[in-house]
């Protein structure tokens, strides 16, 4: 800071915070930094968001809904480069490259800070420093972590409020203890040039700083959640998975809590807030999680989880009440849209939504919309965040601060081919493998090659914090010390026939295979082994209420061709050899033993 800098006056932090000298020292090192004109500490509480989103609107930032169709909701536009995580401009600051890993973006830490803060120095001119502390899990949970973020951007304040348990409460969990994540946001102009969102492990440091969109700006997800929660996970004996968590109850009382790992695209909160079809009376599905699992050893030899965060982002094209009921409940009030399509009256639209459209469009750019027009009305990666407590199927145990028994875990991906139905892991070893092979298909519109896999491990590709061989071998750490581990499973909604048709109707029928591997859990339900796992025998799936065209096609969906096999182990071939020495041997080993079994 040069002698020419005015001295900032911090206030305080309001009164009833129990705010560590270190959280103090952070604050007024960032504000002589960035030089705010005001500097003004979040509390969470529900008047301070109301003034937060009144002076929002004040600033062009958000603009309310039609109060009448969507209470307590509000649109915003973000700037047209802006739309989307940047895998590039994401790094991981580890003191070597080969801490990062091959799979992810290095930058030398210290290179990366003195880059980023001289971006910051002065950044915050004229403009409120906000400070958000938050809470990422139940209060008074051993797993929960505190961050304390530090933006210009009052999307992000509002926005923090709605994802994250937000304020005292965050303050209160952290006490007396230094272990909180230092998070610094500066939007600067959502420059591309000057856009980068820098991890650095070994500081439990955050810096991002050219952007607005929430997948880079909103530190508590995807940052620390699961790149820095990674790297904290490995050193700390638990694990940070980009997960759902969802409750199933049986007609008996019978009860599973199950997390599961897909890529994009794969039907992720579809599955999370599933709605049994009608075949299933008695039966009941409740969600914990959508999109991220903590998951720790219990005094008990099991693994429980919790949910860290405290609302829903999710993609809002193809959400519909036709394809998730739950959702569509979940979104109808207090929600913020982000880049999707909005009428003159005050209503929200976008691609995939069900009932008419709505007159006098304008895109997700602002520009006039009608069916028909070349281009989207909604960006793809346009967003709803609503806050979780507006779920209808939310479960019960969400905010048990000692999380719940996971009985299952189950990863999946989008294949046209070669993957059946459902398969269970012979043990947990073999699950590890089944995670880390984890693939799917892009589309020509995405990736220019129709039917390429893109192997994505546990569906942490772009989120896990350090080397992938590491985080695979920590798994296989974590196994062993489970006296109860849960059963592993692989499921695959999106196998084609010859004519290109999915051969599984997903959505709700997805019940048919979660009844499945609930009964696996609990010892029954009848399996046959097979060379890729155990499959369920015939008649184990229930069809009642299921179209005879579906019935007909399960044994084409459980099929198994030899040939594809054959190009699938030469296909995983490649992330073998891109991790070279780091891959566990174990997982080499099992590879080995399903070439040996497929004969």
């Not at 580890?94 to 880059?115: I, L, Q, S, Y």
């Not at 070349?374 to 806050?387: D, G, I, L, Q, T």
């Not at 069809?543 to 198994?560: H, R």
Request: proline share 7%.
């Amino acid at each position: 800071m040069s002698a020419a800098q005015p001295t900032i006056a911090v206030p305080t932090p309001p009164q009833g915070y129990a705010c560590p000298l270190a959280v103090l020292n952070w604050v007024r090192e960032i504000a002589a930094l960035a030089q705010p004109a005001e500097v003004r500490w979040l509390d969470g509480s529900y008047l301070e968001y109301a003034t937060l989103l009144q002076l929002a609107q004040a600033q062009g930032v958000i603009q309310p809904l039609d109060q009448s169709r969507w209470p307590g909701s509000y649109y915003s536009r973000s700037h047209p480069s802006d739309v989307a995580r940047i895998e590039e401009r994401t790094v991981i600051c580890t003191p070597t490259a080969d801490e990062a890993g091959p799979t992810n973006h290095w930058a030398d830490p210290a290179e990366m800070k003195t880059r980023l803060m001289g971006y910051i120095a002065g950044a915050f001119a004229g403009k409120t420093m906000y400070v958000v502390p938050y809470l990422m899990g139940p209060p008074g949970s051993r797993l929960a972590k505190v961050g304390i973020e530090l933006t210009d951007s009052i999307y992000v304040a509002i926005s923090m409020r709605v994802m994250t348990r937000m304020g005292r409460v965050a303050l209160d969990q952290l006490g007396s203890s230094l272990e909180f994540n230092r998070g610094l946001h500066a939007t600067l102009g959502c420059d591309l040039e000057r856009r980068w969102i820098a991890h650095f492990p070994q500081e439990n440091l955050i810096l991002s700083t050219g952007s607005n969109y929430g997948g880079n700006v909103l530190l508590g997800k995807k940052c620390l959640a699961l790149r820095i929660g990674s790297w904290l996970g490995h050193r700390q004996g638990w694990l940070a998975e980009h997960m759902l968590i969802l409750k199933v109850e049986s007609p008996t009382g019978e009860v599973n809590f199950v997390a599961a790992a897909f890529p994009s695209a794969c039907g992720k909160t579809n599955f999370a807030m599933l709605i049994p079809p009608k075949a299933y009376q008695g039966w009941k599905v409740t969600t914990i999680g959508d999109d991220i699992a903590w998951m720790r050893i219990g005094a008990d030899g099991r693994l429980y989880a919790i949910n860290p965060e405290n609302g829903y982002f999710g993609v809002a094209p193809g959400t519909s009440h036709a394809s998730n009921p739950n959702a569509m409940a979940t979104l109808a009030r207090d929600t913020i849209f982000t880049n999707v399509g909005l009428s003159a009256d005050g209503a929200v639209w976008w691609e995939g939504l069900d009932g008419p459209i709505p007159e006098n469009l304008k895109d997700w750019k602002g520009n006039p919309w009608k069916p028909g027009s070349p281009e989207k009305c909604a960006h793809p990666n346009s967003r709803f965040a609503s806050p979780m407590i507006n779920n209808p199927a939310l479960a019960a145990e969400v905010n048990d601060p000692n999380g719940v028994p996971i009985s299952a875990i189950i990863f999946g991906g989008r294949r046209a081919t070669t993957y059946p139905l459902v398969i269970q892991a012979f043990n947990w070893t073999h699950g590890v493998y089944l995670g880390a092979t984890l693939g799917s298909e892009t589309t020509a519109a995405a990736a220019g090659t129709l039917g390429q896999v893109r192997r994505d491990p546990m569906a942490m590709l772009p989120f896990c914090g350090y080397h992938m061989g590491d985080y695979l071998n920590h798994w296989l750490h974590i196994g062993r010390k489970l006296s109860h581990p849960p059963r592993i499973f692989h499921v695959n909604w999106f196998r084609k026939g010859t004519d290109g048709k999915f051969l599984w109707p997903g959505f709700g029928d997805n019940m048919r295979v979660l009844e499945w591997i609930c009964a696996r859990t609990h010892g029954h339900g009848l399996g046959e082994e097979t060379p890729l796992g155990w499959m369920p025998a015939e008649g184990a799936l229930r069809t009642d209420g299921l179209a005879p065209a579906d019935i007909a096609n399960l044994a084409k969906i459980q099929a198994i061709d030899k040939a594809e096999w054959d190009r699938e182990l030469e296909l995983q071939s490649e992330l073998f050899q891109h991790l070279g020495d780091r891959m566990p041997k174990p997982l080499i080993y099992e590879r080995e033993l399903l070439k040996a079994r497929l004969g």
